[in-house]
Each structure stands twice: as structure tokens, then as C-alpha cells.
């Protein structure tokens, strides 16, 4: 068993642990059938879920959490206020397990601790790795090491990601201030609540303002796995096999029904419209291949269209819509009360069973439009902006 922390952004955690527990009984063993292993006991903190487990299992968390930032094996944790004890318990982790040689790159970040300079501590930590590895590099980083210090307790941890889990590695175009893959499937989560799956299969998603088509891209594929991209354990000493092989994905047993039964999404800007169409359509494809015979493709339609003049949803029942609006200046409605006015004229054009908007906090929607009622307000931080999520419900 080794320790693991699933790191997410900041008020992600309950997700991504129902995230976790939805998946963990379709995870794999090292015979490649379905496991049987217990759920781990889970601690939840600022920011992450740690938890022991198998190593196996727990790398595989990597291919379906999509409210996480990444996946990071813990090596140890101990107090200390002395860089010589630092330098000795580091160089004796078994990093010759792991790495293939001694380049790697260092995240490190010290806080309330007398080992509180992150230069000293990453100059103390290389010196130890070059002289395991013998001075023994390669040309491009094999790992990523994390070293944190806070109230002088140091956690080292190998990073299993690579690059950040927002990055699916389906999105082949971006629009416009396009948001985070993590705040897209995290923000369909909030709306989706207590509804039931049932619930959820008979609802079409609805997007007026597009952009690159974030939010139909992770309501296509919020219970679906990424294997495509890589992943930074895959290049680990002791990476299991199976992972390598091509076709391990294939022996997955989940269901590969979508959860919603249909996505359509409007933009003012033509372009957008061929780039949705491309990030659906590669999304799909790569389900597809690991999917195979039982992949169903989901209903799905991508319109130039001012939504704010009212489009067809082609009698479509129930809507969720849910929308990323372009903030200040950038809002064509802003001659009709901008931001404030939009979710009252969304509501009115469409009447959608559910709204979900997120904007700046400091536009908050004050006024509930008739009919409605307030469901939930959840704060996001989108990109560095303090923004607010409300989503309003039919009475
Ligand atoms: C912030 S972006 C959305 C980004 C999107 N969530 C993504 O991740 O790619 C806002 C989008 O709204 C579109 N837009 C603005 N006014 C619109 C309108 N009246 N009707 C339809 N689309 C509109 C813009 O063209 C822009 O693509």
C-alpha cells in the first residue's frame, strides 16, 4: 500500500470523492478484470483527498477524475528544522525505484518553517538525487518531484499526472476565454445535484453562448475515461504493464451511455461553430475507440446564433442551460442591463427547467426571474476571477 493526494482546486473535494467512490468499483486489478479492492478510508483537506491504497488502483484515478488537478504518490512525510536531516531522509527514498535517471523537475514551496528558503531546500534535494543517480541525467526531465514545508513538516511527493488533468487531451480548439475543463465538469456536477441518473438521461444540455463548447464537451464525457494523453507514471521504473499496453482501456466494464440525452450550443461567432463541432467530435472518437461496439454517439447540435434573440431547441424538454457569458465590456447585452439582465432574459426566452450562470461575484443576480426560484450559489474561482455559480430552478 503506499499513501496517496489527489489534488483539486479549492471547494472541488466532495466531488472529486463522489468522483472517486462512482468509479472505484470499475477500476481494474493486475489481472486486468475488474477489482475487487475496499474503498479507501479518505481524508479530506484544503484542496485534496489523501488516502492509502494500492498503487495500481490509485494510478488509474488518473484516467476519470475530472474535477482533479492531478494524482501525487506520497514518498514520506516528517518534521524537521535541519536542512542536513532534510538531505538524508531525502537521498534514502527508493527514487531509483521510480526514475529513470536524475533530471527532473521540482515544485517546491515552503511556509512557516525554519527550512523555509525553497532554494536551499531544491539545491539540497538535487544534490542527493545527482549523487544516487551518479551524476547520471538524461536530456529531458523524467519526473516531477514536489517538496513541501509548512509548520516545519516536509511532504515529498512524485507527481503520477504529468500534465495538469484539465487538459484531457480532446480539445483540439479554443475559443475566447474558454474555462477550465475542471470548473466545466465540476459546474455540470452542481447542477446535476440529487437528480438521479434517470433523471439526468432525460435532459438536454443547452449552452447559448458556446464559446469553444467546454461545457457539452464534459457533460459528453463527464463519466468517461481519458486515455489518450500521457501520464506521467507511464514513465515510471516501475510503471505497471498492463498500463502500456494499447489496449488495456478496452477492459474497462462501466457503461458508456453519455449522462444527458442531448447537447446543443449557440454562438454569435461563426467560428465557433466548427471549432464545438471539432472538440466534440474528437471527444467522441476517442471514446470510441475504447468503447468500440458499445459506443452510441450523443445527440448534438453546434448553431451560429445570437441566443439572445431566441433559438429553436427543437422542442427539447427538460433544458438544463447553462452559460459562461463573456464578461464587462465584452457582453453584447450590455445595453440591457448587461450581466444582471441576463439570466431574467434567459429564463424568459427559453424557460429552461434549470439555469446554471457563472459570472464576476460582484454582479451578483439579485433578482430572481418569476417562476424560478434559487437552487444553489456556489463560489469559483474562474482563472484568478472570484465568480459565482447560481443556478435557478423552476417552482
Ligand atoms: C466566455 S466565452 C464562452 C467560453 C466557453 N465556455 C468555452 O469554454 O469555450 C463567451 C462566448 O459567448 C459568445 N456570445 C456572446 N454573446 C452572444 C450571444 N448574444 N449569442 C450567442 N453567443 C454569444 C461569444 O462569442 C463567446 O464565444
Given at each position: 500500500?503506499?499513501?496517496?493526494?489527489?489534488?483539486?482546486?479549492?471547494?472541488?473535494?466532495?466531488?472529486?470523492?463522489?468522483?472517486?467512490?462512482?468509479?472505484?468499483?470499475?477500476?481494474?486489478?493486475?489481472?486486468?478484470?475488474?477489482?475487487?479492492?475496499?474503498?479507501?478510508?479518505?481524508?479530506?483537506?484544503?484542496?485534496?483527498?489523501?488516502?492509502?491504497?494500492?498503487?495500481?488502483?490509485?494510478?488509474?484515478?488518473?484516467?476519470?477524475?475530472?474535477?482533479?488537478?492531478?494524482?501525487?504518490?506520497?514518498?514520506?512525510?516528517?518534521?524537521?528544522?535541519?536542512?542536513?536531516?532534510?538531505?538524508?531522509?531525502?537521498?534514502?527514498?527508493?527514487?531509483?525505484?521510480?526514475?529513470?535517471?536524475?533530471?527532473?523537475?521540482?515544485?517546491?514551496?515552503?511556509?512557516?518553517?525554519?527550512?523555509?528558503?525553497?532554494?536551499?531546500?531544491?539545491?539540497?534535494?538535487?544534490?542527493?538525487?545527482?549523487?544516487?543517480?551518479?551524476?547520471?541525467?538524461?536530456?529531458?526531465?523524467?519526473?516531477?518531484?514536489?517538496?513541501?514545508?509548512?509548520?516545519?513538516?516536509?511532504?515529498?511527493?512524485?507527481?503520477?499526472?504529468?500534465?495538469?488533468?484539465?487538459?484531457?487531451?480532446?480539445?483540439?480548439?479554443?475559443g475566447?476565454?474558454?474555462?477550465?475543463?475542471?470548473?466545466a465538469?465540476?459546474l455540470l456536477?452542481?447542477m446535476i445535484?440529487?437528480a438521479?441518473p434517470a433523471e439526468v438521461a432525460q435532459v438536454t444540455v443547452v449552452d447559448p453562448m458556446m464559446g469553444s463548447g467546454t461545457f457539452l464537451t464534459e457533460a459528453r464525457s463527464l463519466?468517461?475515461?481519458?486515455?489518450?494523453?500521457?501520464?506521467?507514471?507511464?514513465?515510471?521504473?516501475?510503471?505497471?504493464?498492463?498500463?502500456?499496453?494499447?489496449?488495456?482501456?478496452?477492459?474497462?466494464?462501466?457503461?458508456?451511455k453519455a449522462p444527458f440525452k442531448a447537447v446543443l450550443g449557440f454562438d454569435i461567432n461563426p467560428d465557433m461553430v466548427p471549432a464545438a463541432t471539432k472538440n466534440f467530435e474528437?471527444v467522441e472518437?476517442?471514446l470510441?475507440?475504447?468503447?468500440?461496439?458499445?459506443f452510441q454517439s450523443l445527440p448534438h447540435k453546434f448553431l451560429h446564433q445570437d441566443s439572445l434573440k431566441g433559438a429553436d431547441l427543437g422542442g427539447a424538454t427538460p433544458v438544463w442551460m447553462v452559460v459562461n457569458p463573456?464578461?464587462?465590456?465584452?457582453?453584447?447585452v450590455?445595453?440591457?442591463?448587461?450581466?444582471?439582465?441576463l439570466a431574467g432574459e434567459l429564463c424568459r426566452l427559453y424557460g429552461p427547467q434549470k439555469l446554471g450562470i457563472?459570472?464576476?461575484?460582484?454582479?451578483?443576480?439579485?433578482?430572481?426571474p418569476?417562476g424560478y426560484?434559487?437552487?444553489?450559489?456556489?463560489?469559483?474561482?474562474?482563472?484568478?476571477?472570484?465568480?459565482?455559480?447560481?443556478i435557478l430552478t423552476t417552482?
Amino acid at each position: 500500500m503506499n499513501k496517496f493526494f489527489v489534488s483539486t482546486p479549492l471547494g472541488f473535494e466532495n466531488t472529486a470523492l463522489l468522483e472517486m467512490k462512482e468509479v472505484w468499483p470499475y477500476l481494474l486489478g493486475k489481472d486486468s478484470k475488474t477489482h475487487s479492492l475496499p474503498f479507501p478510508e479518505v481524508e479530506i483537506h484544503q484542496g485534496g483527498l489523501e488516502f492509502e491504497t494500492e498503487m495500481f488502483q490509485a494510478l488509474q484515478l488518473n484516467f476519470f477524475l475530472k474535477t482533479a488537478n492531478r494524482v501525487l504518490l506520497r514518498m514520506t512525510s516528517f518534521r524537521t528544522k535541519d536542512l542536513p536531516k532534510f538531505y538524508q531522509k531525502f537521498k534514502s527514498l527508493p527514487w531509483k525505484e521510480y526514475l529513470a535517471h536524475g533530471h527532473v523537475e521540482w515544485e517546491v514551496a515552503a511556509q512557516k518553517s525554519r527550512l523555509n528558503n525553497e532554494k536551499r531546500l531544491q539545491e539540497s534535494a538535487e544534490k542527493a538525487l545527482s549523487e544516487i543517480f551518479a551524476g547520471q541525467k538524461g536530456e529531458k526531465p523524467c519526473a516531477s518531484i514536489y517538496i513541501r514545508m509548512d509548520d516545519d513538516l516536509c511532504t515529498i511527493s512524485l507527481d503520477s499526472t504529468g500534465e495538469h488533468l484539465h487538459k484531457r487531451g480532446w480539445s483540439v480548439l479554443k475559443g475566447e476565454a474558454p474555462m477550465r475543463e475542471t470548473i466545466a465538469a465540476e459546474l455540470l456536477r452542481e447542477m446535476i445535484g440529487e437528480a438521479t441518473p434517470a433523471e439526468v438521461a432525460q435532459v438536454t444540455v443547452v449552452d447559448p453562448m458556446m464559446g469553444s463548447g467546454t461545457f457539452l464537451t464534459e457533460a459528453r464525457s463527464l463519466w468517461a475515461g481519458q486515455f489518450q494523453r500521457e501520464f506521467a507514471f507511464k514513465e515510471w521504473k516501475k510503471c505497471p504493464k498492463l498500463f502500456l499496453s494499447p489496449s488495456f482501456s478496452l477492459n474497462y466494464e462501466m457503461s458508456s451511455k453519455a449522462p444527458f440525452k442531448a447537447v446543443l450550443g449557440f454562438d454569435i461567432n461563426p467560428d465557433m461553430v466548427p471549432a464545438a463541432t471539432k472538440n466534440f467530435e474528437e471527444v467522441e472518437r476517442q471514446l470510441k475507440t475504447y468503447q468500440r461496439d458499445a459506443f452510441q454517439s450523443l445527440p448534438h447540435k453546434f448553431l451560429h446564433q445570437d441566443s439572445l434573440k431566441g433559438a429553436d431547441l427543437g422542442g427539447a424538454t427538460p433544458v438544463w442551460m447553462v452559460v459562461n457569458p463573456p464578461y464587462g465590456e465584452r457582453l453584447p447585452v450590455a445595453g440591457k442591463g448587461g450581466l444582471k439582465a441576463l439570466a431574467g432574459e434567459l429564463c424568459r426566452l427559453y424557460g429552461p427547467q434549470k439555469l446554471g450562470i457563472l459570472y464576476p461575484e460582484k454582479e451578483r443576480v439579485s433578482s430572481i426571474p418569476e417562476g424560478y426560484t434559487l437552487e444553489k450559489e456556489v463560489k469559483i474561482n474562474n482563472g484568478g476571477l472570484r465568480c459565482l455559480f447560481t443556478i435557478l430552478t423552476t417552482v
